[in-house]
């Protein structure tokens, strides 16, 4: 069966044309109220177009977008009711009134998501004969990814909660007593194990055909992206920086960063990342400069 690879580029301008209507909405506004909520806006409707004009498909192409969905649903929830609370997010302050460095955002959110669900829209796109529907034991990831979910989705509630009463301070309690970052952790499962379950699915039952099974394994390359940002780019370096920034005098919370591991739960690496090791560093070395 000849594949058609017209959903990458369908994909593509779904991104970037809602990302960019809704940053010539956020620019004009000086508003920082649609960014989040544009993120996970544009994964249902990426999904949705591709499984809405295909319209043949399979049990598990449901089950994935359901899955996509309220992945989508919940983050975008927690956003928005997020950033109606706290009104600024200060990520963009030296941003917001700079159209090329505003729009240079936009677009690599656009580009993230678009990397991030381009495995999903093609799991959409191709025929549900691609699928085997008597293959149960996919369902083992799935579930493995819904854990994830609904992992991320109480260590989100645990801080929102935490922090309605506790201004100042850092939560350690929870899901946040085993990991700095649970969220990140059950982010990272979600899209790893989503991504396996039809990979498992897809490779059986077309163990034959080299080009599909190829191309199925270059989507790990989704989830591995997903594992840099949140690592490298926009989750763990920002959040661990602007925590120590804030509460390097506080010796409870150095105790609880040499003792709790980054993302993974308790086997994790514990201690300061590099970034935060750099800037300590520096601060010393100008300290005796």
């Known amino acids: 069966m000849e594949l058609n690879y017209i959903f990458i580029l369908y994909t593509f301008l779904i991104s970037l044309g809602l990302n960019l209507v809704f940053f010539v909405i956020a620019f004009l506004l000086k508003s920082d109220a649609f960014t989040d909520i544009t993120y996970a806006l544009t994964f249902v409707l990426t999904t949705s177009i591709i499984l809405g004009w295909k319209q043949n498909f399979s049990l598990f192409q449901i089950v994935l977008y359901v899955l996509v969905l309220l992945w989508a649903i919940r983050l975008g929830t927690y956003l928005l009711i ?74 989100d509630a645990q801080k929102f909660v935490f922090f309605q009463n506790k201004k100042g301070e850092f939560i350690q309690t929870g899901l946040w007593k085993s990991s700095r970052h ?75 960063v040499q003792k709790t591991s980054a993302i993974i739960p308790y086997c994790g690496k514990k201690g300061h990342i590099l970034r935060v090791k750099k800037l300590m560093t520096k601060e010393k070395n100008n300290s005796n400069a």
């Open 82 to 155: 997020r950033i109606i609370k706290i009104k600024v997010d200060h990520r963009f302050d030296k941003m917001r009134n700079s159209f090329w460095k505003f729009l240079g955002f936009w677009i690599l959110q656009a580009i993230s998501v678009f990397l991030i669900v381009l495995p999903t829209t093609f799991v959409l796109f191709i025929d549900g004969s691609y699928f085997d529907s008597t293959n149960y034991y996919t369902f083992i990831f799935v579930g493995i990814a819904l854990f994830g979910l609904l992992y991320e989705t109480i260590g």
């Open 182 to 256: 649970p969220n990140y952790f059950g982010e990272i499962v979600f899209w790893m194990f989503l991504t396996i379950a039809f990979l498992f699915n897809l490779i059986l039952k077309n163990y034959s055909d080299d080009k599909m099974i190829l191309l199925q394994l270059l989507w790990l390359l989704s989830p591995l992206y997903i594992l840099f940002l949140l690592n490298f780019v926009s989750g763990l370096p920002l959040l661990e920086i602007g925590a120590y920034k804030k509460l390097k005098d506080n010796a409870a919370y150095q105790t609880y």
